[in-house]
């Protein structure tokens, strides 16, 4: 253990893990419990967290509505850099975790607790997200991580320890998949996700419609958006927080949004995930689109090339890193002129940009147009094609000698 602490602030959820570590910390540490529970916009109902907490023997529990700092606070800059980790993964549960770590250190120095400690297991990604947030916010910190301590080194063993403790959990036999969700995604891992070639099973999915199943009539939205974010949908302006809910909405209703991931985890291993999210989907599609009419070519190209390397700092955990703030910044600064509309159509599945219009935008009908003009001069393509290409006739030259 090797370590003397006073005061502990728990990241709680109420879930299996986080129940039982909250009795095993007070059992083997010894010392006063405060938990802390954000409410993200997770399905998971936060009315029984707080009495939960407090029947379970902690001396005191913060349950904190953060979704609108949520959503503009992490998830519209990540999605104003088109953030996606391997091709696929909108980092969902990446990017809720500095916000859990900075609200558990600044209750921490409220509480004059001095350590912190969360329920993430020593082979995932969690671990790392966490620790570097309050490491990077509070240097001194004592960090307590039960999962490289204790031998609870199951599910199956939790299970046994919270039902001899009294402890009451969702977590069954008959699903054993550990989820976690907010307003931007739901993720689900383990059981019997953990073979890539299993399917999930149908009943898995909780936000989204199968598209199968979803409406045969599409459906077409308008988003507008100001800067990069998005601020009305139909022309009705929406908070940050209930403009993702309602693309949740629309999205789940037409099955949009579900993908089934093998991804490489920071720690070095590879893990199978399933995610839905649905408005987040369409959130990128859109921004996308207006960005095609909004932004220079190379400016879109350079800032393209950092996306991987932004999503990895995200996944990784490193939000407070000073490369993250100089990239954000970089990221922010394109987006002065990407404000405008986009129409899209969902339907069982997919989602369709039908449209884009801006004041910035930078499309010109009359330079694009394949008829008659008089502002482009077809005679002047053959000199910039002879100069772009005269390296490769050099070279071609030169082998030939």
């Known amino acids: 253990m090797g370590k003397q602490v006073n005061k502990t602030i728990l990241a709680y959820s109420g879930g299996l893990d986080t129940s039982v570590i909250l009795k095993w910390l007070i059992e083997t540490y010894d010392c006063e419990v405060v938990t802390f529970s954000a409410d993200l916009g997770q399905t998971d109902a936060m009315d029984d967290v707080r009495?939960?907490?407090?029947?379970?023997?902690?001396?005191?529990?913060?349950?904190?509505?953060?979704?609108?700092?949520f959503v503009r606070d992490y998830v519209f800059p990540?999605?104003?850099?088109?953030?996606?980790?391997?091709?696929?993964?909108?980092?969902?549960?990446?990017?809720?975790?500095?916000?859990?770590?900075?609200?558990?250190?600044?209750?921490?120095?409220?509480?004059g607790a001095d350590a912190v400690s969360h329920g993430a297991t020593g082979k995932g990604n969690d671990q790392v997200r966490f620790e570097v947030g309050y490491l990077a916010l509070n240097p001194h910190i004592k960090i307590i991580a039960p999962w490289r301590e204790w031998d609870l080194n199951s599910r199956t063993i939790l299970m046994e320890f919270a039902k001899k403790h009294g402890i009451s959990v969702p977590t069954t036999h008959n699903k054993p998949y550990s989820t976690d969700g907010n307003l931007l995604h739901i993720s689900y891992e383990g059981g019997m996700l953990e073979d890539p070639w299993t399917a999930p099973p149908d009943d898995l999915y909780t936000l989204t419609t199968s598209p199968k199943a979803a409406p045969d009539e599409s459906e077409i939205i308008d988003i507008a958006f100001e800067k990069g974010n998005p601020t009305s949908i139909g022309g009705q302006a929406l908070s940050p927080a209930k403009m993702l809910a309602e693309l949740n909405r629309l999205g789940g209703k037409h099955g949009i949004g579900r993908v089934d991931i093998v991804e490489s985890r920071f720690v070095g291993m590879k893990s199978r995930g399933i995610y839905e999210t649905p408005g987040g989907t369409i959130l990128r599609a859109a921004h996308m689109a207006l960005e095609t009419i909004t932004l220079d070519r190379e400016v879109m190209h350079i800032r393209?090339?950092?996306?991987?390397?932004?999503?990895?700092?995200?996944?990784?955990g490193f939000w407070f890193a000073p490369e993250m703030v100089m990239l954000q910044n970089m990221i922010d600064d394109t987006q002065h002129n990407v404000t405008g509309t986009v129409r899209l159509e969902l339907y069982k599945g997919n989602c369709t940009v039908l449209g884009r219009k801006s004041?910035?935008?930078?499309?010109?009908e009359d330079f694009a147009t394949f008829e008659d003009d008089d502002v482009y001069s077809h005679k002047d393509a053959e000199g910039f094609i002879r100069l772009n290409a005269l390296r490769l006739r050099i070279r071609k030259m030169m082998e030939k000698r």
């Not at 990017?95 to 120095?109: G, N």
């Not at 004041?359 to 010109?364: D, F, G, I, K, Q």
């Open 51 to 69: 009495a939960n907490a407090i029947k379970t023997g902690a001396t005191k529990a913060y349950v904190e509505d953060l979704k609108e700092e």
């Open 78 to 111: 990540a999605f104003r850099a088109n953030a996606v980790y391997e091709g696929q993964y909108l980092l969902g549960t990446s990017i809720a975790r500095p916000l859990i770590a900075k609200r558990q250190v600044e209750i921490a120095a409220a509480e």
């Open 304 to 316: 393209d090339s950092l996306i991987p390397k932004y999503a990895q700092l995200i996944y990784n």
């Open 359 to 364: 004041e910035y935008s930078l499309y010109r």
